[in-house]
């Protein structure tokens, strides 16, 4: 049968700002699975009756949430006339950039921090053919560097347009995920709706798209808990973070561009946002895997892992609760870190009789 999904501009078109008439750039984004998780949630709030969801964005087009704004900002910069389209990133932004560029046709260049970016990042934006730049700074200064040239270029005749989520469009696009766990619920938004916090466009996204849903078709609307790790939690900390360091390094950003934003959609929904450390991180990215058979990338972790924290410290309380836990990307983004927390795979001699041992022995 014909997959029908057409991406997520024509899905919810009547909630975008797109014309009929728009021609869309798409890679029919969107439309990821909501699974439910029943061991996990018995893992982390036994006996409780918590309904624990699983938005698996890792299997957008390009591995990761960034298809959904992408689509729409290409969209719009290829409507503006743009040649070219720039961004600065950690990694999943900038692969999804270069995959929308490449399919528009048009140039793109990423700026991403050196030795930071995980490898299946790279990877991705090498073969979609983009321009990568990487500077020995951090995303944060990245973010700077994009966002200066884009406006001194304003006044060229061949304008770059900016692709980061301070770009409009991009939460536009991004907000559709809301619309899609309200349908995938039954048309409920979830009690909690958990997720990573990094630059803070994907939490400011979701709360328009809830508000948005709720206003139009009574889904009611959750509460946010965002998760930072906490050597890059600016916002938990109330001031900017000149080194972040973390393992998600998805999420290694200390200047976050939507931070008002992000404090705003927090206070109208009752949220919470709170640091979590990178082992508490790896616990729950190894719970997803082991417990679930759902391989993220370790940024991708921290909203559940975030859930449990709140969870084991009392200020959540589970009892017959709907959460969603945001999986923003695919374990196969960051094969590195997968391969550096696991032990060796053990060797055998290539005889059935060393094979016959070993099922013998363990
Ligand atoms: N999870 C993943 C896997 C990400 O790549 C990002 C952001 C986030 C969560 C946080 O989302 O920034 O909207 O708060 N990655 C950006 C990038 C910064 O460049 O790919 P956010």
């Known amino acids: 049968m014909a997959n029908s999904w057409p991406g997520v501009i024509r899905a919810y078109e009547n909630y975008l700002p797109f014309s009929a008439s728009t021609e869309v750039v798409?890679?029919?984004?969107?439309?990821?699975?909501?699974?439910?998780?029943?061991?996990?949630?018995?893992?982390?709030?036994?006996?409780?009756?918590?309904?624990?969801?699983?938005?698996?964005?890792?299997?957008?087009?390009?591995?990761?949430?960034?298809?959904?704004?992408?689509?729409?900002a290409v969209t719009q910069a290829v409507r503006d006339g743009a040649h070219a389209i720039i961004c600065a990133s950690t990694g999943n932004t900038a692969a999804s950039a270069a995959a929308y560029a490449a399919r528009a046709g048009i140039r793109c260049l990423v700026l991403v921090p050196e030795g930071k970016i995980a490898l299946g990042k790279l990877a991705a934006c090498l073969a979609y053919g983009a321009e990568v730049i990487a500077i020995d700074g951090s995303f944060d200064d990245g973010l700077d560097m994009v966002r200066t040239i884009v406006d001194r270029d304003a006044i060229a005749r061949h304008p770059i347009s900016l692709v980061n989520s301070i770009n409009p469009w991009r939460l536009q696009g991004q907000k559709t995920a809301a619309f899609e766990i309200c349908?995938?619920?039954?048309?409920?938004?979830?009690?909690?709706?958990?997720?990573?916090?990094?630059?803070?466009?994907?939490?400011?996204?979701?709360?328009?798209?809830?508000?948005?849903?709720?206003?139009?078709?009574?889904?009611?609307?959750?509460?946010?808990?965002?998760?930072?790790?906490?050597?890059?939690?600016?916002?938990?900390?109330?001031?900017?973070?000149?080194?972040?360091?973390?393992?998600?390094?998805?999420i290694r950003i200390g200047n976050p561009a939507r931070w008002r934003e992000a404090l705003d959609a927090l206070d109208e929904s009752g949220g919470i946002i709170t640091a979590v450390d990178d082992e508490h991180i790896l616990a729950s990215w190894r719970m997803l895997a082991a417990k679930e058979g759902i391989f993220v990338e370790p940024a991708s972790a921290t909203g559940l892992a975030a859930l449990k924290q709140q969870?084991?410290?009392?200020?959540?309380?589970?009892?017959d609760k709907t959460a969603v836990c945001v999986l923003t990307g695919h374990g196969l983004k960051?094969?590195?870190?997968?391969?550096?927390?696991?032990?060796?795979?053990?060797?055998?001699?290539?005889?059935?009789?060393?094979?016959?041992?070993?099922?013998a022995n363990t």
């Open 26 to 72: 798409t890679l029919n984004e969107g439309n990821t699975p909501l699974i439910r998780a029943g061991r996990l949630a018995e893992a982390i709030a036994p006996g409780s009756g918590l309904r624990l969801f699983l938005k698996y964005e890792g299997l957008n087009p390009t591995g990761s949430f960034k298809d959904r704004g992408m689509t729409a």
């Open 183 to 250: 349908d995938q619920l039954g048309g409920a938004a979830p009690d909690w709706h958990c997720l990573p916090v990094g630059n803070a466009g994907n939490i400011t996204a979701c709360w328009m798209g809830f508000r948005e849903y709720d206003e139009h078709t009574g889904t009611g609307l959750p509460r946010l808990l965002g998760g930072q790790a906490s050597g890059a939690a600016p916002i938990v900390q109330g001031e900017v973070v000149a080194h972040p360091e973390t393992i998600a390094t998805a």
């Open 311 to 319: 969870i084991d410290c009392g200020e959540i309380d589970p009892t």
């Open 334 to 359: 960051d094969p590195d870190a997968a391969v550096a927390q696991a032990k060796p795979p053990r060797t055998l001699p290539a005889t059935l009789d060393a094979l016959e041992r070993y099922l």
